[in-house]
């Protein structure tokens, strides 16, 4: 037999207690309100653009509005690995990002490195002048280095006393692009090198040199390890970003040739949807490079964080 047992009364919340909860959010509140406009572009921009080339790389598109997209599942992805560009192009980055490593790392270490002790206005001077390519638009630069590589009038075959078609030959093509962006890129590398050079605390070299240890065994043995964070930064900048930087002076001065010698996997993907006027094709490749590259940062990060040294 059961009984019907009344439940207990609803427990009220004190007002004093609400309002109390109420406070404490409003004073947890501006911070994350701060981060709002941000996170909001995040998500209008970056990810629901990804979202979206996600979706379009499982349907056939001409970028018509006026043709529907045909759903083919997996298609594009089978597409895009059977060919043979793909592969090319993945070296060809590869090729890209060796040789601009010299340009982002190497040369901006030594020149940092030499020109450290450069003070007063002379330092302002210095910085100003090394930073000034960064500040060229690459279209403009292409132009200018266009005409300076004519193959008839230019001032570089003059120089050097050649008729070399720079651009035109598969030999040279590459090169060429190499050697012009790591010239927009080496005073932004200079730049944070020298940052990076003035949060080494002073008091490890002097302790060094006290100890008798000459200048090249405190860079070698101090500074270099020290600054070992900003080298990490700027590898992981060249690598990740090469084909991107590369691709105003691709676009404006050889079109991915001659013969496809300068087509990369960032030219790649925008050859495929606006030159072929395949969206799929092209979304698919995009989603390869993000998710290759994605993997590449991840495994740099987690390597960095075990080679790299930090002054405590």
């Not at 120089?159 to 035109?168: M, Q, Y």
């Not at 605390?201 to 240890?213: I, M, R, V």
Request: charged share 10%; glycine share 8%; proline share 7%.
């Amino acid at each position: 037999m059961f009984v019907e047992v009344a439940l207990p009364p609803p427990v009220a919340v004190p007002v004093a207690e609400r309002q109390a909860r109420v406070r404490r959010v409003l004073r947890a509140a501006p911070p994350y309100l701060y981060l709002v406009p941000a996170l909001a572009l995040l998500v209008i921009w970056t990810y629901r653009p990804l979202a979206q080339t996600a979706q379009l790389s499982f349907y056939s598109w001409n970028l018509l509005p006026t043709r529907p997209m045909v759903p083919v599942g997996l298609a594009n992805y089978e597409r895009l690995i059977s060919l043979p560009e793909l592969g090319r192009s993945v070296l060809r980055t590869l090729l890209v990002i060796a040789g601009l490593l010299p340009f982002t790392v190497v040369v901006p270490v030594v020149t940092a490195l030499l020109t450290r002790r450069i003070r007063g206005r002379a330092r302002a001077v210095y910085q100003a002048l090394v930073f000034a390519p960064m500040l060229v638009a690459p279209v403009a630069s292409a132009a200018v280095w266009q005409w300076l590589l004519d193959p008839g009038a230019g001032v570089v075959n003059r120089v050097l006393g050649t008729g070399l078609n720079w651009l035109h030959e598969t030999s040279s093509a590459q090169l060429v692009i190499i050697v012009i962006t790591g010239w927009h890129l080496l005073g932004f590398a200079v730049l944070v090198v020298t940052a990076g050079l003035s949060g080494i605390n002073s008091d490890y070299s002097d302790a060094a040199q006290l100890d008798g240890a000459t200048r090249g065994q405190v860079t070698r043995w101090i500074t270099l390890p020290l600054l070992s964070p900003t080298l990490v930064f700027l590898t992981l900048m060249t690598v990740l970003l090469s084909a991107q930087w590369t691709f105003p002076l691709i676009d404006t001065l050889t079109q991915g040739g001659p013969a496809g010698a300068t087509t990369n996997v960032y030219y790649l993907l925008w050859d495929y949807s606006f030159h072929n006027y395949d969206a799929g094709l092209g979304a698919a490749a995009g989603i390869l490079l993000f998710a290759g590259f994605g993997l590449i940062a991840a495994g740099l990060v987690r390597l960095s964080e075990r080679l790299t040294f930090h002054d405590d």
